[in-house]
């Protein structure tokens, strides 16, 4: 995959930036044009909390390419505090133990490498929030 | 807008078919409609196929279709929804055939999917997921699928031996399907015991990697009256979307645009659910199964379960669901799944489906689906003679 593909996402997978409409105050991640609630098109760039409550959750057993040494691992639909919902992985935890509702906050993280020569990819996941 | 009428159909064995190429089981199936509407020439062809160049490096299927099939020169469109394209390519034909611009258009549902190996096919079918949100953080379709079952079971109680009845019931109709790539009954027990994909779904509550085919002919239906026999109508086609994105939908426990489809294609044939006989769908996984029913109103939000273990949706129930044997029996040949719905529901409308007839059937829906349930497509099918 090429380098400008990962570059130009820099700004939500690095600081979790999302778009909130000017207008109804609704926010998107990722950021967008046009707001999907009101249909306004002047956003501002506000920096999620990245804390939340696991909305859903699965434990992969079969992993794609790229995260078959990872496997068995947990993926979850985390609702944040900001009111939307972001996909992520749930580490630092026993899978199996996870259930909805379970308090998360995000950390920066290395996600896979394309190969062995290839890049290094970064992003958020989800791990237990201990309120520290 | 004209009436349309479905004067052929065309489907071939399903399975591992290692010595065909994407070519070859597109024109087969294609050929097999031809001879069921007793037409060898059409004015324009549609092709739901959802990745010819990730699982055969071929793209360009408007012209190797028809070159193929002896319809040279013939207008042809591929067309691509992720796992709705052969639902989608029914529908394209059917606004040829409704707006007057085409007398015969033929709809072909392809995917060659064993050209690759399990590794490159998963990849190809999360491309219908979104990739830089979804698919970056490791998510596989059977996990997302797998998260709505979560949210489905912790919202309304749905059961693990729910959540399995769905593959025994459609094995069970598979079996009686010749077409079918798995035509074999499998029980609860094994079900529940198979291998592990994604918490809480295993092997058996998900659809195969398949190769297949299947075709449509369309027509007005003043073609299908001079054809002395009896012949099945479209009455309703509705078609929706919805956000890429899992995270980004209203919940995750419904599918709100197989819903919003469902009624767009009820509303246009005149009917209600009620009126419905049984349904074809898009039991990609066997939470689909359940949350399908919920969404085109065979039950309310959170009875499917129940509704499933007490034989609504049985062969001989008072709802019947995939007589086919579903996507999970039958095979999941993305493309083609749409086309083959439409073949099935056909079949059954005209009282050829041996075995596995559902009696009395005079009316269909048919639902293929795209993605995480990203995209939509419904038909409602009546008999006439």
New interface residues.
């Given amino acids: 995959m090429k380098v400008p ?1 990962h570059w130009r ?1 820099t700004p ?2 690095y600081r979790m930036e999302a778009g909130k409409c000017s207008k109804c105050g609704s926010i998107q991640f ?1 950021g967008r044009v046009i707001c ?1 609630d009101c249909g306004a098109t002047e956003m501002e760039t506000v920096k999620l909390s990245g804390k939340g409550e696991l ?13 078959t040494d ?1 496997a068995p ?1 947990a ?3 985390v609702q944040l505090e900001e009111g ?6 749930v580490v630092d935890c026993d ?1 199996d133990n996870l259930k ?1 509702g379970d308090r998360l906050t995000t950390q920066f993280r290395r ?2 490498e394309e190969g062995k020569t290839g890049m290094i ?1 970064y ?1 958020f996941k989800f791990v237990p929030d201990l309120g520290l | 807008m004209k009436e349309v009428a479905v004067i052929g159909i065309g489907m071939i064995d399903w399975g591992e078919l290692w010595e065909k190429s994407l070519r070859t089981i597109a024109v087969e199936a294609a050929l097999k409609c031809f001879a069921d509407a007793g037409v060898d020439k059409v004015d324009t062809i549609t092709i739901g196929c959802m990745s010819g160049g990730l699982f055969n490096n071929q793209e360009h299927l408007g012209s190797i279709v028809p070159d193929y099939l002896g319809q040279r020169f013939v207008p042809a469109t591929r067309v691509e929804s992720a796992c709705a394209s052969g639902g989608l390519a029914v529908r394209s034909a059917f606004l040829e055939v409704a707006s007057g611009m085409a007398e015969y258009a033929l709809a072909i549902g392809v995917e060659k999917m064993t050209d690759v190996d399990g590794g490159e096919a998963t990849f190809a079918l999360a491309t219908a997921a979104d990739q830089d949100y979804e698919a970056f953080h490791g998510i596989t379709f059977p996990g997302l699928y797998a998260m709505m079952a979560n949210a489905h079971m912790f919202k309304y109680g749905t059961t693990l031996e729910q959540l399995a009845q769905p593959s025994v019931k459609n094995h069970f109709n598979g079996s009686m399907n010749p077409h079918a790539q798995y035509p074999f009954k499998v029980s609860l027990e094994q079900v529940m015991n198979s291998t592990k994909v994604a918490d809480p779904l295993r092997l058996l509550h998900c659809s195969p990697i398949t190769d297949g085919a299947a075709a449509v002919l369309l027509a007005p239906v003043e073609k299908a009256k001079e054809m002395n026999k009896p012949y099945v109508v479209i009455t309703g086609v509705g078609h929706a979307s919805d956000t890429i994105a899992l995270a980004q939908r209203q919940d995750l426990y419904s599918l709100k645009a197989v819903e919003v489809a469902a009624q767009r294609a009820l509303k246009m044939s005149g009917k209600t659910i009620k009126d419905v006989d049984f349904a074809e769908v898009h039991d990609c996984f066997s939470i689909a199964e359940l949350m399908v029913m919920e969404a085109i109103g065979v039950v309310e939000p959170g009875q499917s379960g129940a509704a499933v273990m007490n034989g609504l949706t049985a062969l001989d129930g008072d709802f019947p669901i995939n007589p086919s044997g579903g996507l999970k029996s039958k095979g999941h040949p993305v493309g083609a799944t749409g086309v083959a719905q439409v073949c099935e529901a056909v079949s059954q409308l005209r009282g050829e489906s041996g075995k596995r007839q559902v009696k009395n059937a005079k009316t269909a829906l048919t639902q293929n689906m795209g993605g995480s349930g990203a995209s939509s497509v419904v038909h409602i099918l009546e008999a006439r003679s």
């Fill in positions: 593909r996402e939500q997978r990722p999907p909305a859903s959750y699965t434990v992969i057993r079969v992993a794609p390419t790229g995260f990872l691992y993926v979850g639909v939307m919902r972001v996909m992520g992985q899978p909805i996600i896979n990819l992003g």
